[in-house]
């Protein structure tokens, strides 16, 4: 089995992989849904990251299409206590409000906990900072939650550090439950969101960081070598803010990496954000079986210090 990681001081652990699931209940459906859920499991994977929101972008949906495959899932399986749930709230509006208000915040647990059919959330985040509700109130409601023991801990995504750092000092001076975990944007593409103040808040609180869009939204696999490639996915238009000089210098560096290890190309990706001070592990989503078995290899990718070096240079 993989190695663990201690999720900062949450009390969880992981291996070097979570697995996305903002495609169960899009683009992954039913019984394949179910067999890369079980594959992650037999592989020594523990956690799934999901939210209320997914997918009510896709048209006819309204959000919690994957918290209700999950559920179904974890019924499925007659067991929960070896698997770590993590989902969010703040970006789908619904009963109680919007955003952090603290009475949105306790109605869409009850939902989340609903379609997950579960009596607890193994990791609770606030999805994005909510700058309109006073701060002090949106984590009493969180520590209610893990008062109650509807959460056993509580993280904050797309978080600036200014702001976090505030969090986490109201937590302090009102005994309320601190964020324990991070949910940043960061990858050899995006570095910029991540590194610098908030890696060292981080690592200075003691905080795990489970970083999303580890491959680039599918740019890190090496599957986009020019615009005539685009058309290969949904996501194939996003390419175009990456393939530029410094795109092409990640990707070469990729492919230099990939022939000396025999690794693939997003398993590198993901390998070396995980080898990266302050991370814990990314976040990487699969369609299918085969997908999935390619991810599984970032969890014991192990990448020399040289090798290291020469992609966060590509990467500058």
């Not at 992650?40 to 799934?48: I, P, Q, R, S, W």
């Not at 997914?54 to 899932?73: I, R």
């Not at 959330?121 to 520590?143: K, N, R, V």
């Not at 976090?164 to 302090?172: P, T």
Request: glycine fraction near 12%; charged fraction near 25%; charge should be negative.
């Amino acid at each position: 089995m993989p190695e663990k990681r201690k999720l900062g001081t949450s009390g969880l652990d992981t291996p070097r992989l979570v697995l996305g699931g903002n495609v169960f209940g899009n683009t992954t459906r039913g019984e394949e849904a179910f067999a890369v859920l079980d594959r992650f499991v037999e592989a020594g994977g523990t956690m799934v990251d999901t939210a209320d929101v997914y997918s009510a972008w896709v048209p006819g949906h309204k959000g919690g299409e994957s918290e209700t495959l999950l559920g179904e899932w974890l019924k499925r399986r007659g067991r929960r206590d070896d698997v770590l749930i993590a989902t969010k709230v703040g970006m789908l509006a619904g009963e109680g409000g919007e955003k952090l208000e603290p009475s949105r915040i306790a109605a869409a647990a009850e939902a989340s906990l609903k379609r997950l059919g579960t009596d607890y959330i193994d990791l609770y985040y606030a999805h994005q900072d909510d700058e309109g509700t006073p701060m002090a109130e949106s984590l009493a409601a969180f520590d209610r939650l893990v008062r109650d023991g509807k959460a056993r801990t509580i993280g904050a995504s797309n978080y600036s550090a200014e702001r976090l750092a505030k969090a986490l000092a109201i937590s302090e001076a009102e005994g309320l439950a601190r964020y324990t975990v991070l949910q940043p944007e960061y990858n050899l593409m995006v570095r910029d969101r991540f590194e610098g103040d908030l890696q060292k808040l981080c690592i200075e609180e003691g905080l795990g960081v489970l970083p999303y869009f580890g491959l680039a939204s599918g740019f890190l696999t090496g599957k986009y070598q020019s615009e005539a490639d685009f058309g290969k996915s949904p996501r194939g238009g996003r390419m175009g803010q990456y393939l530029n000089e410094r795109g092409r210098k990640v990707l070469a560096a990729l492919d230099a990496v990939a022939a000396e290890t025999g690794a693939t190309q997003a398993q590198i990706a993901l390998a070396w954000i995980a080898a990266q001070p302050g991370i814990t592990a990314p976040i990487a989503s699969a369609n299918h079986l085969d997908q999935l078995d390619e991810l599984l290899g970032a969890m014991t990718l192990e990448l020399s210090q040289e090798q290291l070096a020469r992609l966060s240079d590509a990467a500058r």
